[in-house]
C-alpha cells in the first residue's frame, strides 16, 4: 500500500518562510496531479496549489506570489515553497497525488505562524 509523507513543517515567525516537501513510499502508477491543501482549525480544508504532470500550476488567491508549488517526477516529490508567511497560514498541510485509478493522501504536516 503506497503512502504519501509530508516533512517540513514548523514554527515560524511571521514574515518567515517553510518548505514542505511530500514523498511516496510504495508503489504508485503514473502520477498524474499533485496537490497541497491545508485545514485550519474549525474550517474545512482548502486547496492550496496544484500542478499538474507537465508542470502548469494553480493558486489559490491567499497564497499567489508567496507560495511556489514544485515537482520532481523521477523521484515522485512534491514540495510547497511558503514565504512571507502570515499567521492566517496557520494549519495542517497536506499533499495529494492522483494517479489514473486512485487519489492518495498524506497525514499532514503542522504549520504555525506566530505574529
Known amino acids: 500500500q503506497a503512502q504519501l509523507m509530508e516533512s517540513g513543517g514548523g514554527l515560524v515567525q511571521a514574515g518567515g518562510s517553510l518548505r514542505l516537501s511530500c514523498e511516496v513510499s510504495?508503489?504508485?502508477?503514473?502520477?498524474?496531479?499533485m496537490y497541497w491543501y491545508r485545514q485550519a482549525p474549525g474550517k474545512e480544508r482548502e486547496l492550496v496549489a496544484y500542478?499538474?504532470?507537465?508542470?502548469?500550476?494553480t493558486y489559490s488567491d491567499s497564497v499567489t506570489g508567496r507560495f511556489t508549488i514544485s515537482r520532481d517526477n523521477a523521484k515522485r516529490t512534491v514540495s510547497l515553497v511558503m514565504n512571507s508567511l502570515k499567521p492566517e497560514d496557520t494549519a495542517v498541510y497536506y499533499c495529494k497525488m492522483d494517479s489514473n485509478s486512485r487519489t492518495y493522501w498524506g497525514q499532514g504536516t503542522q504549520v504555525t505562524v506566530s505574529s
Open positions: 500542478i499538474s504532470r507537465p508542470g502548469a500550476t
Open positions: 510504495g508503489y504508485i502508477p503514473t502520477i498524474r496531479n
